[in-house]
């Protein structure tokens, strides 16, 4: 192999400054980081490269716990800061404030300098207003408002800390807080120590595809990543942060894949105060442990309860098809007199205590079920193609744009596959019935 002296000065896409920084962190450390590894850049911002042949089962870096950022290596004063009530991501957002403000002085200067800049991120909570309706279909959009409303509330708890250092925290405002939130949550790795951000390390980029991840030693005290398969000279090394859904990647990590195998989609299933059994019906799936919550609408009170729904990878009935407890609620949503809901609890207690977990006895009560279920699908199908539609006018930043894109484009094929499990169904449920 040639040796990672040469391919480095042959490698165009690293610069000076992203070799220093891996010498400055080796000497931090006080030993090798990685041997096969560097700092370049790629489509998808800071990236790491190969530089020496890599092997599935090599470990490509280690990076020790002394070299991480977290609210434990901070000094003494500030700790008091962070054992307020906040979450693990403020307190760490809180580490990486007062870092800022040292400056050059800090001694992660270096790495603080690396780190992207206010407008550099995309995480919904950065977006407008305008940005935000291309999303408003998916559940992302309300996950959005609440992120904004909680981060705002952790920079009040802050504030008040803030006040008693003002010489660690002047001038620093609510957009810093979630500049400093938004790094956090983008690039830091639940530890022993809470949370932790890990230099180097973080340069690596998210495959949701990859087999590997960043493992922690606790008896060595580092972090390292083991090669889940071999890589050529120059090419980009990946991890997998985690099985990640778009809608989290948008919102912690400001970023959605394409073709994302983790997609999913919010659905709520709720029975209305107009339904003249909706007192029974939500009574009965307390007495079962299916807790609902009420919203109202339109000045019409809900009572209801959310699911979440991955793709269904086979329509024909292999594979595990829809969650059984949102068409247990379909169910007992679609029951039309107070003896069906009874006879439902009767068969649960005769049976091993759930609602509604078989298929209803009345054929056609249960492919009525399956009905209200395909009929709220569809909706969402037609909203979300009419969403995408949409996006082909709006005139925007493109990145967040192709966010939105992916983002419902990938919900959609999951609604999609929901349908077709429950059109075939269906369609085999009243099949077996004629037969009958
Ligand atoms: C841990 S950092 C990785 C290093 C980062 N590229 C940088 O420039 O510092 C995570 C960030 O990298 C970007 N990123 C990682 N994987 C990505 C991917 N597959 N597609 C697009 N952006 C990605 C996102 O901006 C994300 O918030």
Not at 110 to 130: H, I
Not at 258 to 263: A, E, L, S, V, W
Request: a negative charge; hydrophobic letters at 40%.
């Amino acid at each position: 192999a040639a040796s990672a002296a040469t391919v480095n000065k042959n490698f165009s896409r690293l610069n000076q400054e992203s070799t220093e920084f891996l010498s400055w962190l080796q000497q931090k450390a006080g030993l090798e980081i990685s041997s096969t590894l560097a700092v370049g850049n790629s489509v998808l911002g800071r990236s790491l490269f190969a530089i020496d042949i890599i092997k599935a089962g090599d470990c490509i870096l280690r990076v020790p716990y002394g070299v991480q950022i977290s609210p434990e290596n901070i000094d003494p004063e500030i700790k008091m800061l962070v054992n307020d009530d906040l979450s693990n991501v403020a307190k760490l957002a809180a580490v990486l404030l007062a870092e800022q403000k040292i400056g050059q002085s800090s001694e992660w200067a270096t790495y603080v300098n690396s780190l992207p800049q206010p407008g550099e991120l995309n995480s919904t909570v950065f977006w407008s207003g305008d940005e935000l309706e291309m999303i408003r279909q998916s559940h992302v959009y309300q996950e959005t408002i609440c992120h904004q409303a909680n981060i705002e509330n952790e920079y009040l708890k802050i504030r008040r800390v803030i006040e008693l250092f003002p010489q660690r925290f002047s001038g620093v405002t609510l957009d810093d807080f979630m500049h400093a939130y938004a790094l956090v949550a983008s690039r830091a790795w639940g530890t022993s120590k809470g949370l932790s951000l890990i230099p180097f390390a973080d340069f690596l980029n998210h495959d949701g595809l990859s087999d590997s991840v960043l493992l922690g030693d606790e008896d060595k005290e580092i972090s390292e990543v083991i090669a889940d398969r071999d890589y050529a000279v120059g090419e980009e090394v990946f991890i997998r942060y985690g099985k990640y859904s778009n809608a989290t990647l948008m919102l912690d990590f400001g970023f959605a894949l394409p073709h994302n195998i983790f997609d999913q989609v919010q659905i709520w299933m709720a029975v209305s105060e107009q339904d003249p059994l909706w007192e029974e019906k939500v009574e009965l799936l307390h007495n079962h442990s299916m807790a609902t919550s009420m919203t109202e609408k339109g000045g019409i009170k809900y009572h209801g309860t959310s699911f979440t729904i991955k793709e269904v990878r086979s329509a024909r009935g292999t594979g595990k098809g829809l969650p059984q407890a949102l068409r247990a609620i379909a169910r007992v949503f679609s029951m039309t007199c107070h003896q069906e809901l009874i006879d439902l609890a009767t068969e649960a207690a005769q049976n091993d205590g759930r609602l509604a977990r078989r298929p209803l006895r009345n054929k056609n009560r249960e492919i009525e079920a399956h009905r209200i279920l395909l009929s709220k699908f569809t909706n969402m199908v037609r909203e979300h193609d009419a969403s995408i539609e949409l996006l082909r006018k709006v005139n925007t930043h493109s990145i967040r744009k192709q966010m939105a894109r992916d983002l419902l484009t990938g919900e959609l094929r999951v609604l999609k596959s929901a349908s077709a499990w429950l059109m075939n169904y269906s369609t085999l449920s009243s099949s077996k019935d004629d037969q009958s």
